[in-house]
């Protein structure tokens, strides 16, 4: 009796471990936390406001610095060794830097979103703004990626990553474009409200 009341509690650890969620962040340098340290960026200050109010989520970091909408789908297939239950897909911002047509970065996204459902994992969608120098029809394009792709496939999205921080000087470094550790504090707040009640 004692051996299956044993076997029983190990598998039901195990189903406890294994259900808990997993969100890849799947980003740029602002998700990698360029110029503060690794525990100030965005996705390990969310981590620690889930688990503050008593949800277990583990949030690996897959920021890198430089990175456009184009490495999305092989990074994530790199991602699936992790087993993911959610992905954040934060990429974009070095798209409309660089002025990409929105037509390629739509269809680098699309992809990216395919795989990760295809392998059951539920997709939050982060947008981007561009930046004024390309115009305003390039901007209204850009930002249209966003919409376009969360209605295609029914996503949750967050219009804008950078929302209260973007363009404020005592949230950014000093190149303007990435933010601090206070920046980085409020785009954690904004995403834990996004997300509070649709992990499971």
Same mark, same amino acid.
Request: net charge positive; glycine share 8%.
């Given at each position: 009796?004692?051996?299956?009341?044993?076997?029983? +509690? &190990?598998? @039901?650890?195990?189903?406890? !471990?294994?259900?808990?969620?997993?969100i890849v962040v799947?980003?740029? $340098? =602002?998700?990698?936390?360029?110029?503060?340290?690794?525990?100030?960026?965005?996705?390990?200050?969310?981590?620690?406001?889930?688990?503050?109010?008593?949800?277990?989520?583990?949030?690996?970091?897959?920021?890198?610095?430089?990175?456009?909408?184009?490495?999305?789908?092989?990074?994530?297939?790199?991602?699936?060794?992790?087993?993911?239950?959610?992905? +954040? &897909?934060? @990429?974009?911002?070095?798209? !409309?830097?660089?002025?990409?047509?929105?037509?390629?970065?739509?269809? $680098? =996204?699309?992809?990216?979103?395919?795989?990760?459902?295809?392998?059951?994992?539920k997709v939050f969608?982060?947008?981007?703004?561009?930046?004024?120098?390309?115009?305003?029809?390039?901007?209204?394009?850009?930002?249209?990626?966003?919409?376009?792709?969360?209605?295609?496939?029914?996503?949750?999205?967050?219009?804008?990553?950078?929302?209260?921080?973007?363009?404020?000087?005592?949230?950014?470094?000093?190149?303007?474009?990435?933010?601090?550790?206070?920046?980085?504090?409020?785009?954690a707040d904004h995403?834990?409200?996004?997300?509070?009640?649709?992990?499971?």
């Open positions: 009796m004692f051996k299956i009341c044993l076997s029983v +509690l &190990l598998m @039901l650890s195990g189903w406890i !471990a294994s259900a808990q969620p997993v799947l980003g740029d $340098s =602002l998700a990698a936390g360029y110029g503060v340290d690794k525990e100030e960026a965005f996705p390990s200050v969310l981590e620690k406001k889930f688990k503050s109010d008593h949800l277990e989520v583990k949030i690996i970091n897959a920021g890198l610095s430089g990175s456009t909408s184009a490495s999305g789908p092989s990074r994530m297939t790199w991602q699936l060794k992790a087993k993911p239950t959610h992905l +954040l &897909l934060a @990429l974009g911002a070095n798209d !409309a830097l660089r002025g990409i047509n929105p037509t390629d970065t739509t269809e $680098s =996204l699309r992809k990216t979103i395919k795989i990760a459902l295809d392998n059951h994992i969608l982060i947008g981007m703004k561009a930046p004024p120098n390309y115009g305003k029809d390039f901007s209204l394009k850009f930002e249209s990626v966003f919409i376009t792709l969360s209605k295609e496939f029914k996503l949750d999205r967050l219009p804008f990553l950078l929302e209260g921080v973007a363009g404020e000087a005592s949230l950014n470094q000093g190149d303007g474009i990435h933010p601090n550790a206070k920046g980085h504090k409020i785009i995403l834990y409200n996004f997300l509070k009640g649709k992990i499971r």
